[in-house]
């Protein structure tokens, strides 16, 4: 059921984002050209400015969809009268927050590689029509990288998964906090919008003020130089980077589980559609 | 055996009680009209059944299990307004209640739409309200449920339109299911219903046959109500 929720949530974005993709990317292929030819005279300056722009709009309406697809996906999909057909699905609420809250973390990674699709077909572009030999101004870079690939150990590679496994968990937490703040929103029934915003202005509040009293208490920073004055293998997770980067993944997992359990309950027991 | 059960069954919101200690059980084979004026609580019920909703107090099983991800595998729901995304075509809606129900049939589904010339390829938002609401009520019809649970299903739509849902109701639903249809306009629906629940302010005023009401009362259900409901 939870495949089957996915596709349908990878629907609804694909038909929005993917042409958006598709419009960056020649976007940026035609600032590349016309740059170019600015820069070999043989178009006018005032092109200079205008292809950069149009791309740069581009950019910035990836980013804004994607944000504004993120928050109708729960808002119209979930809470809105839509919330009658997927509420009437034989799924439980666990697998509907599981499949919008997966296929937002997706969508914005593949956003940002979008991003750095573009930017490289920009650069490549350039390159291209510089007139220099390609394979001179390519070939360093990547003989860096080469070279850095080469001295990565295994301890770092398990670093850099962990790094990773950081990011996605703070992406879901930032996620599930908003869906969190629109389910206790939608119980406001004439201000559903405003209820969302001061429910998700609350949440940052109630975590600054348990970040600072740990924090002033001291008992975090004990108990983690506790932990971190055990001996340490310097390869392998226990490696004082890469534990830190779990002790991170373990502390922003317990918040997410916290505004996910939140989002459960009041979809759960207290659902109020339109 | 009843497939719907609901046993001291109260909904409040707040202060406002919607529901008061509602008391049901319906049997498979029957078309059952859930009968009141707004603000009795039929959609409340039925909400409660679809499990929209989940009761203050009492109890609830349908086909002897709690309203949940498992009862809405047999429960066809229709809501009492516009509820399928706008962006979504026909066909894609079709292939998503097959997706997720076993028991929908395409091919029903299909002869219907057909019959009735709407073209599947196009997306909801550019069907009229009529095909709109007709195309909502053909995916709930559709599936060989065992209860259907149909909120105001005629009331939005024009009298040639009611005919047909009122219908394709009757003529689809399968004779081990129950129907339980909420509506205020009882003269349409009447002729189609072998019982009839009163509600009012919550409560439950009458549960009974509907031949057996008329020929109680010497009137028809629709009559009846009206006395029962005068303001």
Redesign the interface.
């Known amino acids: 059921?939870l495949g089957?929720l996915l596709?349908?949530e990878m629907k609804?974005f694909g038909?929005i984002l993917l042409p958006l993709y598709g419009l960056l990317i020649a976007t940026s292929v035609i600032t590349g050209l016309s740059l170019s030819a600015v820069m070999n005279n043989v178009l006018d300056e005032y092109l200079m400015a205008f292809m950069p722009i149009v791309y740069g709009v581009i950019l910035v309406a990836v980013g804004v969809m994607t944000i504004v697809l993120l928050i109708n996906s729960f808002y119209k999909?979930l809470l809105g009268?839509?919330?009658?057909?997927m509420?009437?699905?034989?799924?439980?609420t666990n697998?509907l927050i599981s499949a919008k809250l997966i296929s937002n973390v997706i969508w914005i990674i593949l956003s940002v590689l979008a991003f750095i699709i573009s930017a490289s077909a920009l650069a490549f572009t350039m390159i291209a029509l510089s007139g220099e030999d390609p394979a001179m101004i390519i070939t360093p870079p990547f003989e860096e990288i080469a070279h850095t690939l080469s001295q990565v150990t295994p301890t770092m590679v398990i670093n850099i998964i962990l790094g990773i496994v950081v990011l996605i968990v703070i992406m879901a937490l930032m996620i599930i906090r908003i869906y969190a703040a629109m389910a206790i929103g939608s119980q406001w029934n004439e201000h559903r919008i405003i209820g969302s915003i001061l429910a998700y202005g609350g949440f940052r509040i109630a975590e600054a003020v348990i970040m600072t009293i740990l924090g002033m208490t001291g008992y975090a920073s004990h108990y983690i130089f506790a932990l971190l004055n055990r001996p340490f293998d310097m390869d392998g997770v226990a490696n004082p980077f890469g534990f830190g980067l779990l002790i991170m993944i373990v502390g922003f997992g317990i918040v997410a589980a916290i505004y996910w359990f939140v989002t459960w309950y009041f979809l759960?027991?207290r659902?109020n559609?339109e | 055996m009843a497939l719907i059960e609901c046993k001291d069954v109260s909904k409040n919101y707040g202060s406002t009680v919607s529901l008061k200690q509602v008391n049901l059980s319906l049997e498979a084979g029957r078309i059952v009209g859930l009968l009141g004026p707004n603000g009795s609580g039929k959609t409340t019920l039925i909400k409660l059944l679809e499990h929209l909703l989940v009761p203050t107090s009492g109890l609830i099983t349908l086909n002897e299990l709690a309203p949940g991800a498992k009862t809405k595998s047999f429960v066809s729901y229709l809501p009492d307004r516009d509820f399928l995304p706008d962006w979504m075509k026909v066909n894609d809606l079709i292939k998503m209640y097959k997706d997720f129900y076993d028991d929908f049939d395409e091919k029903i589904a299909r002869e219907m739409l057909n019959s009735l010339h709407i073209d599947c390829t196009k997306s909801i938002k550019k069907l009229s309200k009529g095909n709109r609401e007709k195309v909502q009520l053909i995916l709930t019809m559709s599936r060989q449920a065992k209860i259907y649970l149909l909120d105001e299903p005629i009331a939005g739509v024009d009298p040639a339109a009611r005919d047909y849902i009122l219908h394709t109701i009757v003529s689809h639903y399968n004779e081990n299911a129950v129907v339980l249809i909420s509506t205020h306009l009882i003269n349409d629906v009447e002729s189609i219903l072998d019982e009839v629940v009163f509600l009012k302010e919550g409560e439950v005023v009458l549960h009974e046959n509907a031949d057996a009401l008329r020929e109680k009362t010497g009137m028809s259900v629709d009559e009846y109500f009206r006395e029962v409901f005068k303001c």
Do not use: A, D, I, T
């Open positions: 059921m089957k596709k349908y609804m038909r999909n009268r839509e919330g009658y057909l509420f009437s699905l034989p799924v439980s697998k759960e027991k659902l559609l």
